[in-house]
C-alpha cells in the first residue's frame, strides 16, 4: 500500500491500485482515487494553497518498500478522472525512496503507522508558474517499485489544493525529473523494475517472460529517458469556473463546500456566517489548552472537548474527526464537539469520548446556516499519554 500522506488527500483509501493479493486487492485504476472519500477535504474546502514559483513540502508513505519513481502533477478539477491530462500536466518526477526520516509522534499515525521501522519519504515540490490560479487536484502517482526484484502495480493519490497568486503566469514549464535516493545512489537514474505508468497496470505485475515480477535496473522515467519531455502551456490549461468545481464537490460526496476565501458562489448565502478560534479545553477547569500547534503531553490529565467560535446566523455546528462525521450537531453557543449542558445556571462541558490520545487528530468545525450558507475551520492536534502502552508508535484509529 502507498498513499500521499501530506498535504490530507481527498479519500481515506491506502492502495488506489488494480489487483493485489491476500484479499486485499482492489479496483481504482487511478488518476485519483474512486472510494472513500473524505468528508473534510474538498474541491472548494482545499487542503493547501499554493502560489506559483514557490516551493512546498510533501510526505508520502514508505510501508517497508523501496524504488521506482513518483510523479506529481496539477489538474483542473473538472479533469481529475482524465489520465491524458495528468499525464499532460506532469510536473515533477523523481525516484521514489527520497528524503527517508523516522516518524515522531507528530506523524507516526499520518505517514508511518503501516512501515515496521516507522520511516516515510519526505520531499519538495516547486509549482510552476504555468498554472493560473484556481482549484485542482495534486495527482501523486508510484510505479516501478521494487528493491531488486518487484511486483507492484501503478498506485495513485490525489489530493484538492488552490493555486492562488505568486509569480506571474508564465506561457510554459518544463517538467523536471531528479534522482537520489535514500540509500545514498546518485547516478543520475532510480533503482525500479518499470519506468512508466501503465507497464504495470494490475497487481501482481507479469512480465512478459511470464514471470510476476520484474528485476529492478537503474533507469530514468520514460519522458527523459534520452529523450526531453513536452512543455506544459499555460493555453492548454482549463481553470474550473466555480459552478463547475461545485458540481463535482456534490457529484463525489453529495455535500457541497464553501470556504470563506471569496471564491464562494453563494456570496450572499455565506456573508455573514463564519467560523472563529477552534480551542482544546480541559473539561474539568474549563481552561484551553496552550500551544495546540505542538504536539500536547496530556499524561495522568483529565478528559477534553474541543470548542469553536461561530459567528452570524448559525442554524448547527458539527464536527468531523478524521474525515468521518462525530455524529453530534450543537444547535447553540458554545459549540462543543461532544455537547454541553444547557442550562444557564450551569457551565459544563460533557467529554470528548473519541480515541483521540497518541496519534494524529485532524477535527474539522463545519457550520451550517439559511441559503445553505457554510463555513469550515480545522484544527489539527497530536495529544499524547506516555502511561499508555501505544505511545511511542500511535494508535489505529478510524483512518488517516
Not at 487511478?30 to 472519500?37: E, K, M, Q, V
Not at 518526477?93 to 521501522?117: L, P, T
Not at 533503482?191 to 507479469?206: F, Q, S
Request: hydrophobic share 30%; with cysteine.
Amino acid at each position: 500500500m502507498d498513499y500521499l500522506s501530506v498535504p490530507v488527500p481527498m479519500t481515506r483509501m491506502t492502495a488506489c491500485r488494480v489487483g493485489g493479493w491476500d484479499g486485499w486487492a482492489n479496483d481504482c485504476p487511478g488518476p485519483c482515487p474512486n472510494s472513500d472519500y473524505r468528508e473534510d477535504a474538498g474541491p472548494t474546502n482545499p487542503s493547501a494553497t499554493y502560489r506559483r514559483g514557490e516551493s512546498y513540502e510533501i510526505e508520502y508513505t514508505r510501508n517497508n518498500h523501496f524504488g521506482g519513481f513518483r510523479r506529481f502533477t496539477l489538474v483542473p478539477v473538472k479533469q481529475m478522472w482524465d489520465g491524458r491530462v495528468h499525464q499532460a500536466n506532469a510536473f515533477s518526477y523523481a525516484c521514489w525512496s527520497r528524503g527517508e526520516f523516522e516518524c515522531s509522534m507528530e506523524n507516526q499515525y499520518r505517514s508511518c503507522w503501516y512501515d515496521m521501522d516507522s520511516k516515510a519519504y519526505r520531499d519538495w515540490i516547486t509549482i510552476p508558474a504555468v498554472f493560473p490560479d484556481g482549484d485542482y487536484v495534486l495527482g501523486y502517482a508510484w510505479y516501478g517499485g521494487g528493491e531488486r526484484f518487484g511486483n507492484f502495480g501503478d498506485y495513485y493519490d490525489c489530493a484538492y489544493v488552490r493555486i492562488e497568486g505568486g509569480a506571474p503566469v508564465e506561457a510554459e514549464a518544463t517538467p523536471t525529473f531528479t534522482s537520489g535516493e535514500s540509500n545514498g545512489s546518485n547516478d543520475g537514474k532510480c533503482e525500479a523494475t518499470v519506468n512508466d505508468l501503465g507497464i504495470c497496470r494490475v497487481e501482481p505485475c507479469i512480465a512478459p517472460s511470464g514471470e510476476k515480477g520484474y528485476y529492478t535496473k537503474r533507469m530514468k522515467p520514460a519522458q527523459f529517458d534520452g529523450v526531453t519531455p513536452p512543455p506544459i502551456k499555460s493555453s492548454s490549461i482549463q481553470v474550473d469556473n466555480r459552478a463547475d468545481v461545485d458540481a463535482v464537490g456534490e457529484e463525489l460526496r453529495g455535500l457541497q463546500k464553501y470556504t470563506q476565501s471569496g471564491l464562494t458562489s453563494k456570496e450572499d448565502a455565506k456573508g455573514a456566517l463564519m467560523l472563529g478560534r477552534m480551542k482544546l479545553l480541559e473539561v474539568a477547569s474549563r481552561r484551553e489548552v496552550p500551544n495546540v500547534h505542538r504536539p500536547v503531553d496530556w499524561t495522568g490529565k483529565g478528559p477534553l472537548t474541543i470548542e469553536v467560535e461561530a459567528f452570524g446566523p448559525v442554524w448547527y455546528v458539527e464536527f468531523l474527526v478524521n474525515g468521518r462525521r462525530s455524529g453530534y450537531k450543537d444547535y447553540s453557543a458554545p459549540y462543543t464537539i461532544a455537547g454541553d449542558f444547557k442550562d444557564p445556571t450551569v457551565d459544563m462541558y460533557y467529554p470528548w469520548m473519541f480515541h483521540y490520545k497518541n496519534k494524529n487528530v485532524r477535527v474539522t468545525a463545519h457550520a451550517v446556516g439559511p441559503g445553505g450558507a457554510e463555513a469550515w475551520k480545522i484544527l489539527d492536534l497530536v495529544i499524547y499519554d506516555k502511561n499508555r502502552g501505544d505511545w511511542n508508535r500511535g494508535h489505529p484509529g478510524i483512518g488517516h
